[in-house]
Every structure is written in structure tokens, then in C-alpha cells.
């Protein structure tokens, strides 16, 4: 082994290098074999040029440097890594991928130092993103934090401030409580902490965790039967009924040795939920959600020349509701609008929206949830051009929850607007952009999204995109010079807005932006080319001046040719002083990028000198990035492409790497145009390149959508798609939305139409149907066998007859109470409530009825009348119920929390000896089916014991939040 340590010093790579030095380190100690080997480690690890490996393999030597009986050199060690990661810091841009493994290493060894350094990132996301990789690899090694409370882990959480990033930590976060610093008054901040995750999902699953380590406890510190009504209304409000299900059986599996009867509890509700949502919890949801995409594009090519009716936009809208997601939904629908607000029938399109997606969003409890911001994702584009109001409104309560996610919303209604297609659709323009149904009012519409915009790299993605669409309308005389100058103001205007406060300190974007405004129009920006090239030389980060040069030589005139030849390779040497492999290879993927626009032979050396780069590189985490060149060799032609191969014929690996790059290219290319042009092949058909074919079909599209690539009449479906074969259904799903496209580019005219699309709509129609009709029969089976009735319970199902059974079955209970009094536990109480109610009493006047509602059932029914509530009544009782006196009614509300949330989980009605329980509120009944039980004494014991405090006062606080409560009597 020690024969081949030279060997592995040279080839690398060398963190595992530095690992197997101190291997034998440690087995020398234990065998007292003195050597010198672990200084002759540092030394080399001090003088290596990739100051990131370096710092990485110093941390991964601190880690062992007790075992090695070397704490002499322990402080030198720590003084070498401080410097080396300033060093970095100042050089370099990329800083979560150059410090990744040095933070985790770190992490270990001293967690204080390794906060102090992702403390010192250049933006707020990586230094979330480091806190999480300190956090994770602190619970991921058991790792108990000296002389920090439960409290201060908490606060180290905070820290992470992007909640994509926290996801990642909060399950094994619930894991590491139990493990560390389980107690009771840690448990009310576990508590806190878990009630703040706004993924129901994740929340479930960290649920799940507390009830198992909970199970397996003996301190006695959760409640929990709290616990699972916790998890009951978290899994409730989990988006996809597939996620719900995967959810219940989580629970089952996790808790099944520890307490089986809630175990199988959790099992039948699974199995309940999946029976009762066969179709939204099987393949057909995922066929019924291609079908009915496939549907809606066909629905947008007949529109252009109005070949559909009210018929098909209603079966469409109704049968999306068949998709057991709100997600799912969201998109579908905002689909659908799109099909119409790009063909111009914008009353249609607000119909939808009005109808469908507005009422989508707003029927989410909690708008502070990631469903609810993943829903807004897909349906704010559309929405911004409805109403603006209602999508600012919407854009706020997303943007404080997941920026990020709101930066993409804003992304994607600018490319909304300049791409030609229904939205989320592929889209490959050519390189001159290309925007032919475009005009100024559109344009002018989205430049508000600048102004919304808290992204520096968004601002300036977006501010690009809209000025080459203001050069294209300007190539095709579509604006004016008086507009022209309005658009460019409202970028400039943002010029006040850099540096960003989470963003990067220097003011390198606001460089970036100037330079791509003088791109636009010299005069527009009055800084001159050397004045914009000295800014970026002004740039202390080695990383970003090289960036920003290379951006500034790409985006000056033509007729500088020289100087931005000079500026690129001036940018090389800035890569070159960079002290990480891996952000010279980032950087040097943009240099040839840009440089390859601006003469090839120019990037041919730079993308030489990156391949060498690539050869002898020894950081395992550049991988991506050397796979990224080896597959841009496809780009030049071959007979550069070959010569390559001459650069590493002492390397077998790094040839056949080139040499499969231009195979692939080649591969690519014949199939394509095979695909095409439907050619017959001698070996293997066409239909036999699953995977290919459809990406080949995707990216078709994406031609056909921006008009960038010819079609004939040469494609045969039959070549694609044969008998036999077992085909995907996303396979299906890309090959025919490509085939619908391309039947309506290829064959113009309403005839075409009506002989080529109409028909597949028809038959996706009638194959959604059939699906829905199946599953009716289903559902009506399962219906017919759960309509059961005795004394104790009732299970009714959702019609009109199952309502009928439920108001005879509560007359009958309350009769045999022999009271007259009786209280109603329902968070949904309404005006329709009240006609369960009055047939429970039989609409007798003398009965003391008490309602105990949420502060927005409370508010809804003193809304929806007259001034007071008393009045409202009256006139509802007399109208709808029986001429007379009515019943005394008192009304309570109850609320805790930031949210409004109401205390009681489930639905109780009672007198004074007894109690039923619902399984769903009054104005649910004939909707779905819900079970109607009559409680035990003893269950009816336990359930007052728990709802009276909140109710009579007594209970101040719910879940470490006040109680408040409201009153109201009739």
C-alpha cells in the first residue's frame, strides 16, 4: 500500500487520499511505528494549488488528530484552515459547492467555527443552505452540542431562513429532540417549531416520528392523543389523496409494535380513503391527467378558428375535478385558461377562472401552507391577466412564505407572454428571438413584475427577456420610439434597487444590467463600454469579475471585435487566480459558452484548457461539471472533436468519455431526423427507443410551439407507436401531444380540424368518461352496501335519501333524551345547518338549542343578513322552517392562534345524558358519507371532559396559544 501512496498523491482525488493517510496514520500510532507521515500530510495539503480540496482535507484532519497523537500541530492546523477559507471567500462565488464538505467535516469537529463560516456567505440562500448542512450533519451523526440548550438548536434551525432548505432537517430534527433533549418544556418548543412547518406533508411525517419515539418512551412528556389529532388535520390537509393514503399506511407501519390499535386505525382509514378514491389513488389518476391534458390541447388548436362549444370547455372543467390533487388541479386548470386567453377569448378565460381557479385558492384553510403555494404557482400567470389585484394579493402570501417560489411565478409570466403555446409547455425559440402574435400592450403589461421582483438574478433574467422582445417589435416596426423609452425607464429604474439586501454586497448586477441596456440601445445607458468594463474590474470577487467580464464582452457590438476577444481572454486569467477546480470549471463553462457565440476558434482554446482542467482535477464533487464539456465536444464539428482525443490517448477513460460525446451527438441527430421523417430501419424500429423517442417528441414540440423547426407530411404515428409494444403512459402522453401540434401545423384550415383533431377530442372525451362512469358504478356499489342503520350508529350516504335517513335517525335519538336542551359542536355551522337541526327537534320552539362554532362560521352567519343576528334568524326560521316562534338559540365562537383555528377537532351533539358523535358537520350531510355515533357514558365522559373547559372558560390556553371566544344569543 505504501509502495502506491506517490501513484494516489498524483492521481487523486485527493480527499480520499488525505482519508487513507490517516488510516495508516492511526494504524502506525496503534503498532508505535514512528514516521513523520502526518506532517509530511500537512505540508502537502498546504501547498496544493485547489485551496478548497485543501480546506476540506485540513478538516477532515482535524477530525482525527487526537487518535494521531499530533495536538501539537492541532492550532496550526485551525490558523491554516481560518486562512484558506478567507482566502476562498474573497476569490471565489460558488460558495455552498466549494464549502459543502469542508462546513460538514467541520461540523464535527468544532460546529461553532463551521456557523461562523457559513455566517460569512456572500447570499442569505447559501447561508441558509449551510446552516442546513451544519444542522443535518450534526443529527445525522448523533452529535451532542456541549453547552447548548434545546433552545439554542432551535434558534440554529431559525437560521435557516428558506424553508425548502428546512424541509430537509425537520424529520430527523423531531428524531434528535427525543434522542437529546426530551422534557416537557423542550417538548412545548418542538411543539412550536413543528406547527410552524408550512408542508403538510413534512408535518405528517415529523407526526409520525413524534407518536413512534413518543411509543417508545418512558418520560411521559407527549399527549398523545393531541399527537394524532395533530395528525389527523395534517394529513387532512395534505395535498393528493395518493399523499394521504402513503401518509395513513406511514403511520400504520411506524406504529404498529408500539400501539396497534392506533396502527390500525390509521390502516383503515387508508384503506378507507383509497376505496372510497379508487380513481384519484391509481393508474387511471395518472391516465385521466394525461387524458385530460391531451384534451386540452386539442381544445386550444380548435379554438383558433372557434370549433368548440360551451359543452366541451364544461366536461373538461368538471372532469379535472376527477384529480385527487389541488396541485394537479391548479395546473390543469390554469391550462385550460390558457388555451383561451392565448386565442384572444378572454371572456372565457375569466369564466374559468371566475369559476373554477378562484374558488380553488380560496377554499384552502390555510394560505400559508406549501400546497396552497404550489397551487398559486401554477395558477397566478394566468391570473396576473385577469386581474391584477387578486394576483397581487395571492403573490404576497407566497412571497413571504417561499420566495423562491414567487421569483419563479414571476419568470414564468414573462415567458407566459412571449412564448406562443399553452403554458408549461416546451419552447425552443431560435437564437434570434422570435415573439410573431406579440404586441406593445402585452409587453408593457408584464414590465410590473420588475418592480415585484426581490431576486437580483430574476431582475435581471426578466429585465433581458422583455428588451429582446422590445427588439424584436422594434425589427417588425410594432413599437414605438416613445414606448420604446417607457419600457427602458422602468428598468432603469430599478438601478436604485442594487445591491440587494439577501443578495450579493458588491454591485456587480447592477453592472451586468447597464451593460445589457447599452447592448440594447447605446444611448439608453449613458456609461461607456470602458466605464462598465472598469466596474467589473473594480470587483473584488475574482469569481464574479471573471463572470462579469466575460458577460460584458458578449453583450458589446460586433464592431469591437478585438477588444471583446481581449476582454475574454482577460477573463481566462481571472479564472486562472481562482483557488477551487470547481469554480474554474463553473466559470469556465460560461466562458466557452459565450466565446463559442462569438468565434468558435476563440473557444476552442478555452475549452481545450478546461478539458485539461477536467484530466487532472481531483475534487469527486466536479464531476458534473466535466461531464458537462465532455458533452459540449458534440458542439464543434468533428474534426476538432477528434483531435481532442490526442489530448489523453494516455487515458483510455477520458477518450472513450469524447468518444461517446459525439457518438451520443450522432445518435441524437439520425434518430431525429428518422423520427421525423418516419423512415424505415433496417434493425430496429422506431418504436423501440422508448425513452428516446419521447424526449425527441418533447423537444419536437418545443420547435413546433416557437415555429423554429420544419414539419412535412412525412411523420407516421404507426412508426412511433405499434401494435405489441408496452409503452409508458408519459411515453403516450409526449408522442401524441407532439402528433396534435403537429396535425394542426401541418395541416392547415378548418377542414383539417374537424377531419383530424375534433375526432381525438371526441374519443378522449368519451374515454374520460368511460373511466368516470366506471368508477360511479364502483362508488354506488360501495354506497349501497354502507347504508346501514341500528340504535347506536348510522352510516348515510351522499344523496338526498341519505340526508332524509340522518334527520330521522337524529329525531329518534333526541326523542328518547327526553331533553330540552341540546348543544352542537360544529366548526362549519351555516344557515343549511339549521335544517338538520330543526328536524332533530322537531321544530319545537321550546328547546334551548347551543351552538359552539369558528370565529368564521360566527362571522359568515352574521354576515349573510341583517344587522343582528336575532333578526336574521327569524326571518330564516319563518322562511325556510316553520311559521312561529323558534327555538332559543345561543351562539359561542371559539379561536386560537395566528390562523383563527378552532380547538375541537370533531363534531359532537349532546344533551345532558347524552351524547352522538359526526363524523362530518350538519351541512355536509347528503355530500359524502359520514357515520353518526352514539358515544358510550364513558366516552361521552372522557369528550366533556375535554370540550367543557374550552367552552365554559376554564381552559385559558390551546396549544400554548390563547383562547379567545365570542357570544351571541337569538
Given at each position: 500500500m505504501l509502495s502506491h501512496l506517490d501513484t494516489l498523491k498524483e492521481k487523486g482525488p485527493t480527499l480520499e487520499y488525505t482519508k487513507l493517510v490517516i488510516n495508516i496514520g492511526i494504524y502506525e500510532i496503534n503498532k508505535s511505528i514512528c514516521t513523520d507521515r502526518i506532517s509530511e500530510l500537512y505540508s502537502y495539503l498546504s501547498n496544493i494549488s485547489d485551496k478548497s480540496i485543501a480546506l476540506t482535507s485540513l478538516c477532515i484532519l482535524s477530525l482525527s488528530i487526537k487518535k494521531l497523537n499530533r495536538i501539537d500541530i492541532e492550532n496550526e492546523i485551525n490558523s491554516s484552515k481560518v486562512e484558506l477559507f478567507d482566502s476562498l471567500l474573497s476569490t471565489d462565488a460558488f460558495h455552498v459547492d466549494i464549502f459543502r464538505e469542508a462546513i460538514e467535516n467541520e461540523s464535527i469537529y468544532d460546529i461553532t467555527n463551521a456557523i461562523k463560516w457559513s455566517e460569512k456567505l456572500n447570499t442569505q440562500d447559501r447561508r441558509s443552505k449551510a446552516m442546513s448542512i451544519i444542522l443535518q450533519?450534526?443529527?445525522?451523526?448523533?452529535?451532542?452540542?456541549?453547552?447548548?440548550?434545546?433552545?439554542?438548536?432551535?434558534?440554529?434551525?431559525?437560521?435557516?431562513?428558506?424553508?425548502?432548505?428546512?424541509?430537509?432537517?425537520?424529520?430527523?430534527?423531531?428524531?434528535?429532540?427525543?434522542?437529546?433533549?426530551?422534557?416537557?418544556?423542550?417538548?412545548?418548543?418542538?411543539?412550536?417549531?413543528?406547527?410552524?412547518?408550512?408542508?403538510?406533508?413534512?408535518?405528517?411525517?415529523?407526526?409520525?416520528?413524534?407518536?413512534?419515539?413518543?411509543?417508545?418512551?418512558?418520560?411521559?412528556?407527549?399527549?398523545?392523543?393531541?399527537?394524532?389529532?395533530?395528525?389527523?388535520?395534517?394529513?387532512?390537509?395534505?395535498?393528493?389523496f395518493e399523499n394521504k393514503v402513503e401518509l395513513y399506511f406511514s403511520a400504520h407501519k411506524s406504529l404498529y409494535n408500539n400501539d396497534i390499535k392506533a396502527a390500525k386505525g390509521f390502516k383503515e382509514k387508508a384503506l378507507q380513503l383509497k376505496a372510497e378514491n379508487y380513481v384519484k389513488v391509481s393508474d387511471f389518476a395518472v391516465y385521466t391527467k394525461a387524458s385530460i391534458d391531451l384534451a386540452i390541447r386539442c381544445i386550444y388548436e380548435l379554438n383558433k378558428l372557434n370549433l368548440i362549444n360551451n359543452d366541451d370547455i364544461e366536461f373538461l372543467a368538471s372532469k379535472i375535478n376527477l384529480l385527487g390533487s389541488e396541485i394537479e388541479k391548479s395546473y390543469c386548470l390554469a391550462r385550460l385558461v390558457s388555451c383561451f386567453q392565448k386565442n384572444k377569448n378572454i371572456d372565457q378565460a375569466d369564466k374559468i377562472i371566475e369559476k373554477y381557479l378562484l374558488p380553488l385558492l380560496d377554499s384552502f384553510d390555510e394560505k400559508d401552507s406549501k400546497e396552497f403555494a404550489m397551487c398559486c404557482y401554477h395558477c397566478l400567470p394566468v391570473i396576473y391577466f385577469f386581474?391584477?389585484?387578486?394576483?397581487?394579493?395571492?403573490?404576497?402570501?407566497?412571497?413571504?412564505?417561499?420566495?423562491?417560489?414567487?421569483?419563479?411565478?414571476?419568470?414564468?409570466?414573462?415567458?407566459?407572454?412571449?412564448?406562443?403555446?399553452?403554458?408549461?409547455?416546451?419552447?425552443?425559440?431560435?437564437?434570434?428571438?422570435?415573439?410573431?402574435?406579440?404586441?406593445?400592450?402585452?409587453l408593457k403589461s408584464i414590465c410590473k413584475v420588475l418592480d415585484l421582483s426581490h431576486n437580483e438574478n430574476s431582475l435581471i433574467v426578466i429585465s433581458k427577456k422583455i428588451l429582446d422582445a422590445v427588439r424584436f417589435l422594434k425589427r417588425k416596426s410594432k413599437i414605438s420610439k416613445v414606448q420604446i423609452d417607457e419600457i427602458l425607464s422602468q428598468i432603469r429604474n430599478n438601478y436604485d434597487r442594487f445591491p440587494f439586501s439577501d443578495g450579493i454586497s458588491h454591485l456587480g448586477y447592477l453592472v451586468l444590467l447597464k451593460a445589457i441596456v447599452k447592448n440594447f440601445d447605446d444611448k439608453a445607458e449613458p456609461s461607456s463600454w470602458d466605464d462598465l468594463t472598469n466596474g467589473a474590474r473594480a470587483i473584488s470577487n475574482i469569481s464574479d469579475r471573471a463572470f462579469l467580464l466575460c458577460e460584458i464582452a458578449s453583450l458589446m457590438p460586433e464592431r469591437s471585435s478585438h477588444i471583446k476577444k481581449s476582454l475574454f481572454t482577460e477573463s481566462e486569467s481571472s479564472i486562472k487566480q481562482l483557488s477551487s477546480e470547481l469554480e474554474k470549471l463553473n466559470r469556465y463553462s460560461v466562458l466557452c459558452e459565450n466565446s463559442f457565440e462569438f468565434n468558435q476558434k476563440t473557444a476552442q482554446k478555452f475549452y481545450k484548457t478546461a478539458l485539461e482542467l477536467c484530466a487532472k482535477g481531483s475534487n469527486s464533487n466536479s464531476k458534473e461539471a466535466r461531464l458537462k464539456f465532455i458533452d459540449m465536444v458534440s458542439r464543434f464539428d468533428e474534426t476538432f472533436s477528434s483531435s481532442l482525443v490526442t489530448m489523453f490517448d494516455d487515458d483510455p477513460a477520458r477518450v472513450k468519455s469524447i468518444d461517446d460525446a459525439i457518438s451520443r451527438k450522432k445518435e441524437r441527430q439520425e434518430l431525429e431526423n428518422k423520427f421525423k421523417k418516419s423512415a424505415d430501419e433496417s434493425e430496429e424500429s422506431l418504436a423501440n427507443e422508448n425513452r428516446k423517442i419521447a424526449r425527441i417528441a418533447w423537444d419536437s414540440l418545443g420547435n413546433?410551439?416557437?415555429?423554429?423547426?420544419?414539419?412535412?407530411?412525412?411523420?407516421?404515428?404507426?412508426?412511433?407507436?405499434?401494435?405489441?409494444?408496452?409503452?409508458?403512459?408519459?411515453?403516450?402522453?409526449?408522442?401524441?401531444?407532439?402528433?396534435?401540434?403537429?396535425?394542426?401545423?401541418?395541416?392547415?384550415?378548418?377542414?383539417?380540424?374537424?377531419?383530424?383533431?375534433r375526432p381525438i377530442l371526441d374519443t378522449l372525451k368519451s374515454n374520460i368518461l368511460t373511466i368516470s362512469k366506471l368508477f360511479a358504478l364502483e362508488e354506488k356499489a360501495q354506497l349501497d352496501t354502507v347504508e346501514e342503520k341500528n340504535d347506536d350508529y348510522i352510516v348515510v350516504s351522499a344523496s338526498n335519501e341519505g340526508v332524509n335517513k340522518a334527520k330521522e335517525f337524529l329525531q329518534d335519538w333526541f326523542l328518547s333524551t327526553k331533553s330540552n336542551k341540546v348543544t352542537i359542536i360544529d366548526p362549519y355551522f351555516d344557515y343549511e345547518s339549521i335544517e338538520i337541526l330543526a328536524a332533530m327537534i322537531n321544530r319545537d320552539?321550546?328547546?334551548?338549542?347551543?351552538?359552539?362554532?369558528?370565529?368564521?362560521?360566527?362571522?359568515?352567519?352574521?354576515?349573510?343578513?341583517?344587522?343582528?343576528?336575532?333578526?336574521?334568524?327569524?326571518?330564516?326560521?319563518?322562511?325556510?322552517?316553520?311559521?312561529?316562534?323558534?327555538?332559543?338559540?345561543?351562539?359561542?365562537?371559539?379561536?386560537?392562534?395566528?390562523?383563527?383555528?378552532?380547538?375541537?377537532?370533531?363534531?359532537?351533539?349532546?344533551?345532558?345524558?347524552?351524547?352522538?358523535?359526526?363524523?362530518?358537520?350538519?351541512?355536509?350531510?347528503?355530500?359524502?358519507?359520514?357515520?353518526?355515533?352514539?358515544?358510550?357514558?364513558?366516552?361521552?365522559?372522557?369528550?366533556?371532559?375535554?370540550?367543557?373547559?374550552?367552552?365554559?372558560g376554564e381552559q385559558k390556553y390551546f396549544n400554548q396559544q390563547k383562547l379567545y371566544r365570542s357570544h351571541d344569543e337569538v
Open positions: 450533519t450534526t443529527i445525522s451523526h448523533d452529535l451532542e452540542l456541549e453547552n447548548h440548550s434545546f433552545n439554542d438548536v432551535v434558534c440554529l434551525l431559525r437560521k435557516v431562513k428558506n424553508e425548502r432548505f428546512r424541509e430537509d432537517i425537520y424529520e430527523p430534527f423531531v428524531d434528535y429532540y427525543f434522542k437529546k433533549y426530551e422534557s416537557k418544556g423542550n417538548y412545548k418548543k418542538l411543539n412550536r417549531v413543528l406547527n410552524k412547518i408550512k408542508s403538510n406533508y413534512v408535518k405528517s411525517k415529523c407526526l409520525i416520528r413524534v407518536l413512534l419515539n413518543a411509543n417508545n418512551s418512558e418520560k411521559n412528556v407527549v399527549d398523545i392523543s393531541v399527537v394524532k389529532e395533530q395528525l389527523e388535520k395534517s394529513i387532512s390537509a395534505t395535498d393528493g386581474q391584477y389585484d387578486s394576483f397581487e394579493n395571492y403573490l404576497g402570501g407566497v412571497y413571504d412564505l417561499y420566495n423562491d417560489i414567487s421569483e419563479s411565478i414571476l419568470v414564468r409570466i414573462v415567458d407566459y407572454t412571449l412564448n406562443d403555446c399553452l403554458i408549461y409547455d416546451p419552447y425552443n425559440p431560435l437564437k434570434k428571438s422570435n415573439f410573431p402574435n406579440l404586441n406593445y400592450k402585452s413546433i410551439n416557437a415555429k423554429s423547426s420544419h414539419f412535412n407530411k412525412a411523420f407516421d404515428l404507426n412508426k412511433v407507436i405499434t401494435n405489441g409494444q408496452d409503452y409508458s403512459i408519459e411515453y403516450y402522453y409526449r408522442v401524441f401531444s407532439f402528433y396534435i401540434h403537429y396535425l394542426a401545423e401541418v395541416y392547415n384550415g378548418e377542414d383539417n380540424l374537424r377531419q383530424n383533431i320552539p321550546d328547546i334551548d338549542v347551543s351552538i359552539v362554532t369558528s370565529i368564521d362560521s360566527f362571522k359568515r352567519l352574521k354576515s349573510e343578513g341583517d344587522e343582528f343576528l336575532a333578526d336574521t334568524f327569524k326571518k330564516y326560521w319563518s322562511n325556510n322552517i316553520a311559521s312561529g316562534e323558534l327555538p332559543s338559540f345561543s351562539f359561542q365562537s371559539l379561536r386560537y392562534g395566528p390562523k383563527h383555528e378552532f380547538p375541537i377537532h370533531d363534531r359532537f351533539i349532546y344533551t345532558e345524558n347524552c351524547m352522538l358523535s359526526s363524523g362530518g358537520s350538519l351541512n355536509g350531510y347528503g355530500r359524502k358519507v359520514i357515520q353518526i355515533s352514539k358515544l358510550s357514558l364513558n366516552e361521552m365522559r372522557a369528550t366533556l371532559e375535554q370540550v367543557t373547559p374550552l367552552i365554559n
